[in-house]
């Protein structure tokens, strides 16, 4: 149980073009998935919160204009990049919430893997 | 916001043996994980292990919430646990807040 799926799992682009990856929990609900960022050989920061049917949250520093997230129903989260420059490329991972009893931890997608020339 | 402090960051093992990796932390964390990112960029969770200890097959965790730390033990090391071992926490927001990884090599 407790799987996450990503798509696209990489994705080249050209500078100013968008890009949206989808994030799915395939065998429960989650009302709280969270979007990361992670550059070559660093850790995970988090970007923003997504809550079903709710504004997303974003971490200090993170453009929501620029990051849009969009959480519709309890098992899809989406997440586009306007207007994509090199600087965005990234691995981006999501992750779902799943609490209750006594855990309360994130399972994550595969991530995926934006290149922007 | 909390300081995490990984430990070592660097790891290079010969299969079979054993290691610990250690998270410190400048305060006290709530619902620490420990996760383990394949070179594909997978991250697995292995533990949630907010206070005690775990025990997975050849893994364990320990957490000692009052004096800040948590210890992950990898016994008889496998080529397959090759990675990046993550700390994980949750901060002020909902997401976790990761330390810098150990990056594990197991050479057989």
């Known amino acids: 149980g407790a799987v996450v799926s990503q798509h696209p799992s990489w994705v080249i682009c050209k500078s100013g073009t968008s890009v949206k990856i989808e994030c799915r929990s395939l065998?429960?609900?989650?009302?709280?998935m969270f979007w990361y960022r992670q550059f070559p050989k660093q850790s995970l920061m988090l970007m923003a919160t997504?809550?079903?049917?709710?504004?997303?949250?974003?971490e200090q520093g993170v453009e929501k204009d620029k990051f849009l997230i969009n959480h519709a129903s309890l098992t899809l989260s989406t997440l586009t990049v306007t207007s994509a420059h090199p600087e965005d490329s990234s691995f981006y991972i999501c992750s779902a919430r799943v609490w209750g009893g006594d855990t309360d931890t994130q399972y994550f997608g595969p991530g995926t893997r934006l290149t922007v020339l | 916001g909390i300081q995490v402090e990984q430990s070592p960051p660097d790891l290079i093992l010969q299969e079979g043996a054993n290691s610990t990796l250690r998270c410190n932390f400048s305060?006290?964390?709530?619902?620490l994980q420990w996760f383990h990112q394949n070179p594909w960029g997978q991250l697995i969770n292995l533990f949630y292990i907010p206070s005690g200890t775990k025990q997975n097959g050849r893994l364990s965790a320990t957490t000692v919430a009052t004096e800040r730390y948590s210890l992950l033990y990898i016994s008889s090391s496998q080529t397959t646990d090759s990675g990046v071992y993550f700390c994980?926490?949750?901060?002020?927001?909902?997401?976790?807040?990761f330390g810098k990884g150990t990056h594990l090599i197991i050479q057989p």
């Open positions: 997504s809550n079903e049917g709710s504004k997303a949250t974003y």
């Open positions: 994980g926490f949750r901060g002020g927001a909902d997401g976790l807040t």
């Open positions: 065998d429960f609900q989650a009302t709280t």
């Open positions: 305060d006290s964390v709530n619902n």
